[in-house]
């Protein structure tokens, strides 16, 4: 009799631990590489996003979304809800600066010390999986499956060839892809955004019982090199003929009309690099062209299986339970690869295949460049890599379950400031889990909700990389960079009438300049940035 009640009682546990696992929502999160502010539809560009952009209507618009301007700082603010230098990755891996190197803040990988939202997202009882660029340490104690996911396929470099392992930089020999930490040999019909959804398709299914699950679809797409399938390509043909500079502006209208930027606001005339159209030579007009083709066909390929995913989703059942965000790692990238150092310009010399009829395959290497970049960021100033609004504020959208939403009904859009370092935070808040207290970042659970802002206009935000530094309260942002990207000293911009950070009012709130200053100090010293005393290049 004691058998069968202790029995008995182990199964009431078993099902109510089942019943509790079950109300847990999935977290599936989608970033895609060097996106551009207004590369999908939802956000005012032209590209054929329409699965993208059905899960905005089903969703939220999250129009003023801050990442690091570069991937590997915002990957690991996003995967431990604590601040990159903290975290190991005050730097992007490999471009370090001589009193850098040796600090455990520049170490180019996530420090062993610094929990995870995966390891913690474990211990709450889901399934962590992993179809993504990795870029945070391609050795243990480093990797994906030491650092908390069961099942994970990744790219452990920055980036790569999007057709085979061909590597993205003239010192690596290959681009390096692991599986479950396992070095992985790509088949011969491999294109990246394609095989890493069947990756995560497949992770997916290996378990068909209600143990809720964290997701981390993290598509190399669009980086360079920019390389699509013919008939993505094909799509596009002719589409960007007239250029950037009418690009720019069409993006900016664009923009403003899916009301993701105010009306009225005006376009970032000039930028360091930058060149007008009418100025190229029609061949280089055609050439350029056709990267800007190729860059839209990887993002409808991205589209097309973000699309594969959501039906996935649908067809498991998963769908009401599952929340999804969207959102990019940085700004739009604005690197001119191929006239990156004379190493590199006879690396891709010997190795590639640069003329019309080759850009886009996986023998040609080419990348977008500034000019194109900056139509992409329209109307922000400045690109990837940059603290400018350009470099850091990157679209998002974000579709909460039924089960997740309260009675409010959900706005469409939500224009107030949201930071890449708090959704480690809120994702343990919705898996009943207790966010740990070496976390920065916080939850945006009750703004996602009810609007309650995280952030107020006494909550200071301050950032660094490259030497670059910035400090904002509210619509009043201090940044400080060296040229040809700035003065050199602290400029003061107010973002509420100014989003291209053209007027400095440094001048006539030098009080609130200190302020910020002082609190980008106090900052620095918190998390370990090492001053530079030379500026970096790019």
Known sequence: MRLYFGLLALVLCLS?????????????????????????????????????????????????????PACAPSRSMLLTGTDNHIAGLGAQPGLLSPEQRGSKHYQGKLLPEVPTL???????????????????????PHTPKAR?????????????????DTSALEFHPRSFWLEDDKPFTLPEEFYSSDFMTDKMLEYLDED?????????????APHWPLQAPAESIQKYESQYLDGWDVLRDQRLQGAISAGVVPSGTPAVETEPFTRLWSSLKPEDQRLQARRMQVYAAMIDRMDQNIGRVLDALEERGDADNTIVLFLSDNGAASEQMESANPAHQQWLEKNFDNSFDSIGSRRSYVSLG????????????????????????????????????NERKLRQQDDSYQHIIDLAPTFLELAGAKPLPSMRGTSLL??????EASYNEKTIIAAELFGRRMAQRGSWKALHQSPPWGPGEWQLFNLANDLGEQTDLSADYPDLLAELIDAYERYADEVGVIKLTTAVPF
């Open 370 to 405: 500034h000019s194109w970049a900056r139509a992409l960021t329209a109307p922000f100033r400045d690109s990837k890599s940059k603290l400018a609004e350009g470099g850091i504020r990157v679209p998002a959208i974000l579709r909460l379950p039924q089960g997740v939403q």
């Open 16 to 68: 109510q631990a089942a019943a509790v696992a079950a109300q847990k929502p999935n977290i599936l999160v989608i970033v895609a590489d060097d996106l551009g502010y207004t590369d999908v539809g939802a956000f005012g560009g032209e590209i054929s996003t329409p699965n993208i952009d059905a899960l905005a209507s089903a969703g939220t618009l999250l129009t003023n979304f801050h990442a690091a």
């Open 148 to 164: 908390g996911f069961d099942r994970s396929f990744v790219l452990v470099q920055g980036a790569g060839g999007h057709f085979d």
């Open 446 to 451: 009750p703004q996602w909700l009810d609007g």
């Open 118 to 140: 995966m390891e913690q997202l474990k211990a709450a009882g889901y399934r962590t999986l992993a179809s993504a660029k990795w870029h945070l340490g391609g050795q243990a």
């Open 208 to 220: 068909s019982s209600d143990t809720p699950w964290f997701a981390y679809l993290g598509y190399t």
